[in-house]
């Protein structure tokens, strides 16, 4: 689908899905798939604008160790994430390093300067190559192997890192969550309707027919995990 700024001016062409995310976060992982899927669907039609909410600005540059700190998750939700990949047929490893994300965050909008299909293509690299390879994405030399793959020229993408000429718009992207009232991912906003935590394949496919059908109005309705 194409994706749409939040800046355009006029109403869309299509229903509008904005999904909040953070590359460390494993529920945002499970429903980019989900939205993933839910887009070849011919009978679904609707355009996302990917929102980066950058969880732990005050997170060591080289990250932490999980082995030391923990996931912050039971060990029952971290077989659902393992089971949940295998049920709906992504890959899916635990992470032995919780990043900082802001270099993979900039990687995005370095990406989404070069158009929408550019931006998907490198969004889905950077989540597989955390959570599906276990690769510390907080790594410039992990973010530049993907950068190169999609023909980003390093040189590019360090200088956005080291002049800092995406920090204003990932601020501005933040702000955006904040005046919704998050303050954590996964989110979606489809339509009117707020989704807060992660959400079965089937609850996000009845809110987007509802979007389609022109059924939702008013203003944005938080519906919390």
Same mark, same amino acid.
């Given at each position: 689908?194409?994706?749409?700024?939040?800046?355009?001016?006029?109403?869309?062409?299509?229903? @509008?899905? $904005?999904?909040?995310?953070?590359?460390?976060?494993?529920?945002?992982?499970?429903?980019?798939?989900?939205?993933?899927?839910?887009?070849?669907?011919?009978? &679904?039609?609707?355009?996302?604008?990917?929102?980066?909410?950058?969880?732990?600005?005050?997170?060591?540059?080289? %990250?932490?160790?999980?082995?030391?700190? %923990?996931?912050?998750?039971?060990?029952?939700?971290?077989?659902?994430?393992?089971?949940?990949?295998?049920?709906?047929?992504?890959?899916?490893?635990?992470?032995?390093? &919780?990043?900082?994300?802001?270099?993979?965050?900039?990687?995005?909008?370095?990406?989404?300067?070069?158009?929408?299909?550019?931006?998907?293509?490198?969004?889905?690299?950077? +989540?597989?190559?955390?959570?599906?390879?276990?690769?510390?994405?907080?790594? @410039?030399?992990?973010?530049?192997?993907?950068?190169?793959?999609?023909?980003?020229?390093? #040189?590019?993408?360090?200088?956005?890192?080291?002049?800092?000429?995406?920090?204003?718009?990932?601020?501005? +992207? @933040?702000?955006?969550?904040?005046?919704?009232? &998050?303050?954590?991912?996964?989110? =979606?906003?489809?339509?009117?309707? $707020?989704?807060?935590?992660? #959400?079965?394949?089937?609850?996000?496919?009845? =809110?987007?027919?509802?979007?389609?059908?022109?059924?939702?109005?008013?203003?944005?309705? =938080?519906?919390?995990?």
């Amino acid at each position: 689908m194409a994706e749409r700024h939040l800046h355009d001016d006029g109403a869309p062409e299509h229903p @509008r899905v $904005l999904i909040f995310f953070d590359y460390a976060c494993p529920f945002c992982y499970v429903d980019q798939h989900r939205f993933d899927t839910l887009e070849s669907d011919p009978d &679904l039609v609707f355009d996302v604008v990917l929102v980066p909410f950058e969880l732990r600005p005050d997170m060591p540059g080289e %990250g932490m160790d999980l082995s030391e700190i %923990g996931t912050g998750h039971s060990d029952r939700v971290d077989d659902y994430l393992e089971r949940t990949a295998a049920k709906e047929g992504f890959p899916f490893s635990q992470p032995k390093v &919780l990043p900082n994300t802001h270099k993979a965050l900039v990687l995005g909008e370095v990406a989404r300067d070069l158009g929408d299909a550019t931006h998907r293509v490198v969004h889905g690299a950077i +989540f597989e190559a955390y959570f599906g390879r276990g690769h510390d994405i907080g790594s @410039r030399d992990v973010l530049l192997e993907i950068a190169e793959e999609v023909g980003i020229e390093p #040189r590019e993408l360090e200088n956005a890192w080291e002049q800092g000429t995406h920090d204003e718009r990932l601020h501005q +992207f @933040r702000h955006v969550a904040l005046h919704l009232g &998050l303050d954590a991912t996964p989110a =979606a906003l489809i339509c009117n309707e $707020l989704f807060i935590g992660s #959400r079965p394949a089937g609850v996000l496919r009845e =809110a987007l027919e509802r979007c389609n059908t022109g059924r939702n109005t008013g203003s944005p309705e =938080a519906v919390e995990s």
